[in-house]
């Protein structure tokens, strides 16, 4: 089937072609004639990666009318990267229409450059749950000549704390406009949106995530020895130096230390997690696009709303809490009709929850191995001076404090510290002397540049 027989015009699906999109997906063969033809709601349920996007984009571009200067559809989004990526298929598909006009509000950036941008005839909007409440607080855009509400990746919004908002918004909108949810769970929250807000009559549309996970995308994992797990995850990063992929962990806090860990090393990588401010996630994701960056580390908190086309790979450093989760994260590979890894770095221990997660999903894991690198010549102890004492405020406890968050060591990494007033000595293997160097080189601590030597070892 072709997107012209759903009933997308031939503009759109030029458009379509020119970006090496020709079949329609299950979720958008399902959904376009829906949206396309009925005057109902729509519910629909599908995992990460399914389309979806395409799936409201497409025919809502085809109802508006590109003469009435007016917002005709609202989509709602959880987060700043889904929105501009959204914003963007819109712009992309609507290349030959005549000129339908998008813009892309959230937080993070001054309000008064949205403000100044919805001054201009908009025929879309694309937001963030709490700025477009803020817009509308400053009547800097009205909701009356609305068709079309989205409510994109509602349970992303939900476990974000938009419910309120999403309330509010709702309870704006006059009761004709179309109301299109997309979820991949259906938790209490999104039951509630749907028994409040979406049509009886609603047309419900599910895309089996067991089928949808086992498309294209080989499920592994690797057993790790106790105290090796780093080791076992750069011997299969260095098999794979010119893929990329992403790399889930539980806790920002990881997330950060595991980045500064893999500093220096031949595959370059960086964390994407909640302490960095907007600018910095930008710098981040345009690395990751554009190539400098191979690996992605994120929380799945933060990796929300992140869609990156051809990544070959999804590392689960820590197993998901739930299986839900491992669709997520393994969703973001093998997109488009491309095959992708998904691998789980576990102990031996740890087989009982991926027998959970292939009984829940319907899945089948496969081990693979690794080969560690024969090394000894760099596991001898090596002594780096640093120009940080007493004086600075560094006792050895806290100097053990400050290498573990800021150079990624491990507490028992460093050994035989002795503190003076404005230097330090301490002891590591040599294997983290490029690490802690490439870490802490434009560092700086009460307006002092941080200054290290490698200096031969002291003993008593």
Same mark, same amino acid.
């Given at each position: ?235 299969? /990063?260095? %098999?794979?130096? $010119? !893929? ?5 962990? @539980? *806790?920002?806090? +990881?997330? =950060? ?61 820590? /197993?998901? %809490?739930?299986? $839900? !989760? ?5 969703? @973001? *590979?093998?997109? +488009?009709? =491309? ?122």
């Amino acid at each position: 089937m072709t997107f012209g027989q759903l009933g997308i015009n031939e503009a759109i699906t030029q458009a379509l072609l020119e970006n090496k999109i020709s079949q329609p997906s299950d979720i958008q063969r399902k959904a376009i004639p829906h949206i396309l033809k009925n005057e109902t709601d729509l519910v629909s349920v599908a995992q990460t990666g399914t389309g979806k996007t395409a799936a409201f984009c497409l025919p809502i571009l085809q109802t508006i009318n590109p003469g009435l200067a007016e917002i005709q559809a609202l989509v709602l989004v959880p987060t700043r990267e889904l929105g501009q990526q959204v914003a963007r298929e819109f712009f992309l598909f609507s290349k030959h229409m005549p000129r339908i006009f998008t813009e892309c509000v959230y937080g993070g950036v001054p309000i008064d450059e949205h403000i100044q941008r919805l001054k201009r005839s908009t025929h879309v909007v694309v937001a963030t749950p709490g700025r477009l409440l803020d817009l509308l607080e400053r009547k800097a855009l009205n909701l009356q000549n609305l068709k079309f509400v989205v409510l994109d990746e509602a349970d992303e919004m939900m476990n974000m704390g938009f419910k309120t908002e999403i309330d509010k918004i709702l309870n704006l909108c006059k009761n004709d406009v179309r109301k299109l949810l997309f979820t991949a769970t259906m938790p209490a929250d999104v039951t509630a949106v749907i028994r409040d807000y979406i049509r009886h009559d609603a047309v419900t549309i599910r895309i089996n995530a067991e089928e949808f996970i086992n498309q294209n995308i080989e499920h592994s994992y690797i057993i790790y020895n106790q105290g090796e797990k780093l080791d076992y995850l750069k011997a299969f /990063l260095s %098999e794979r130096k $010119d !893929q990329r992929g992403i790399l889930f962990c @539980r *806790t920002k806090t +990881a997330a =950060k230390r595991l980045s500064k860990q893999l500093a220096g090393f031949e595959v370059t990588a960086d964390a994407l997690h909640g302490n960095l401010n907007q600018e910095m996630r930008d710098k981040v994701m345009r690395g990751l696009r554009k190539g400098r960056i191979s690996l992605l580390i994120a929380t799945d908190i933060a990796a929300r709303g992140i869609d990156v086309k051809e990544l070959d790979y999804i590392i689960h450093y820590h /197993l998901p %809490e739930k299986s $839900d !989760q491992y669709t997520h994260r393994s969703g @973001r *590979t093998a997109r +488009a009709g =491309k095959s992708g890894l998904s691998v789980c770095l576990i102990r031996t221990e740890d087989l009982t929850e991926i027998k959970t997660i292939e009984s829940n999903l319907k899945i089948k894991f496969t081990e693979i191995s690794v080969k560690l690198p024969n090394d000894t010549k760099h596991t001898h102890p090596i002594g780096i001076q640093i120009n940080l004492g007493l004086i600075q405020g560094f006792t050895k406890n806290y100097l053990v404090e400050f290498l573990v968050e800021e150079a990624g060591l491990s507490t028992g990494d460093v050994k035989n510290i002795r503190v003076n007033d404005n230097s330090a000595y301490f002891e590591v293997s040599a294997r983290y002397e490029n690490q802690i160097f490439l870490n802490l080189r434009s560092y700086k601590v009460a307006h002092r540049n941080i200054k290290m030597t490698v200096v031969e070892l002291e003993r008593d």
